[in-house]
């Protein structure tokens, strides 16, 4: 099979595209035939080595699309050809071929191209953890979402407004403020307008969001705590760097502080995430935007491109 492997820690150029034997799965896995790879940020930490680094080498991601080619012993509900996507893999998602745990696929829906499927797991898992299990999101409440024009805020947004939430959204261009319309946000500021805080603190009545999704921490939780509504929440999703923060902003107003990473979701959390999306999926209240699609040798450059401004959709490898 073709695979990037890293071999070493560093920039994206450590990325590199080899032949290595196909894999075979074991009891209670299955092999998947990779179309699509998606792209996560988390990836590029990983492959710096800034991270808990992993053991070289390595093939990097986790969130793939694709057929079921082969099943291990004792696997079960599932059949060859089946569409999936996966929420984690044994031996890495940047690939034409996959192994994961039988736990870690999850059907997909006919009309969800293999494209958008591989948008799926880190970014829409992302968004339903944290405005529901995190936050704990309920219907009638207002939500600011810091960033929604990218992967997570792209999920955000659809299943705020499916749940019966009021959305803010911001975005960082005229084309990503366009897209986080399209998508159902009922109010949209650029993040880049000096008083955009100003304005979503004067459309809540002088209240606030009820719920804040968080991308950038180390810019925004200081802002953030000056505006959120009395017992509201605010999720750090995304950081950057240090912040300094008055805690009186929370004490005021009993203000909750969440940090949230997938990986930490339990196996039971993990369950319910991936029930809800597939049902979002199958009834059309999400549909992962894509933003571009790159042949997997092009992983170099889908690692600088992730981190650059601007972000509207996902990217996605193309094994094929």
């Known amino acids: 099979m073709k695979a990037i492997r890293v071999n070493n820690f560093g920039g994206p150029e450590v990325?590199?595209?080899?032949?290595?034997?196909?894999?075979?799965?074991?009891?209670?896995?299955?092999?998947?035939r990779v179309h699509a790879v998606g792209v996560n940020p988390v990836e590029t930490y990983l492959r710096s080595?800034?991270?808990?680094?992993?053991p070289l080498p390595y093939?990097?991601?986790?969130?793939?699309?694709?057929?079921?080619s082969a099943l291990g012993d004792s696997v079960h509900g599932w059949h060859v050809g089946a569409r999936v996507y996966t929420s984690g893999t044994v031996t890495g998602a940047y690939a034409n071929l996959a192994v994961c745990r039988?736990?870690?696929?999850?059907l997909l829906p006919d009309k969800v191209s293999f494209a958008q499927g591989a948008a799926i797991n880190i970014p829409c898992a992302t968004a339903w953890r944290a405005l529901f299990q995190r936050a704990r999101a309920v219907p009638g409440e207002t939500?600011?979402?810091?960033?929604?024009?990218?992967?997570?805020?792209?999920?955000?947004?659809?299943?705020?407004?499916?749940?019966?939430?009021?959305?803010?959204?911001?975005?960082g261009t005229p084309e990503g403020g366009e897209l986080v319309r399209r998508l159902g946000a009922h109010h949209v500021f650029g993040h880049h307008q000096p008083d955009y805080l100003k304005e979503v603190t004067a459309i809540t009545e002088g209240r606030g969001p009820d719920v804040i999704l968080e991308l950038l921490a180390n810019v925004n939780l200081s802002k953030d705590l000056s505006i959120i509504a009395p017992r509201g929440r605010i999720v750090v999703i995304g950081n950057r760097g240090k912040i300094e923060i008055?805690?009186?902003?929370?004490?005021?107003r009993d203000a909750e502080i969440h940090g949230m990473l997938l990986f930490n979701a339990t196996e039971s959390e993990n369950r319910a995430i991936h029930a809800a999306l597939?049902?979002?999926?199958?009834?059309?209240?999400?549909?992962?935007?894509?933003?571009?699609?790159?042949?997997?040798?092009?992983?170099?450059?889908?690692?600088r491109q992730i981190l650059e401004p601007g972000a509207r959709g996902k990217i996605v490898l193309l094994p094929n």
């Open 102 to 106: 039988a736990t870690d696929v999850h």
């Open 49 to 54: 080595g800034a991270n808990p680094a992993l």
């Open 15 to 32: 990325l590199v595209l080899e032949e290595l034997p196909d894999p075979k799965p074991g009891p209670g896995q299955v092999l998947v």
């Open 143 to 171: 939500v600011l979402i810091h960033g929604g024009s990218g992967g997570v805020g792209n999920a955000a947004i659809p299943l705020a407004r499916a749940a019966g939430l009021r959305v803010i959204a911001t975005a």
């Open 246 to 252: 008055n805690p009186r902003d929370a004490m005021m």
């Open 59 to 68: 093939t990097p991601g986790s969130d793939a699309a694709g057929e079921i």
């Open 278 to 303: 597939g049902a979002a999926l199958e009834n059309g209240i999400l549909n992962p935007v894509i933003n571009c699609e790159l042949p997997l040798s092009e992983a170099a450059r889908a690692h």
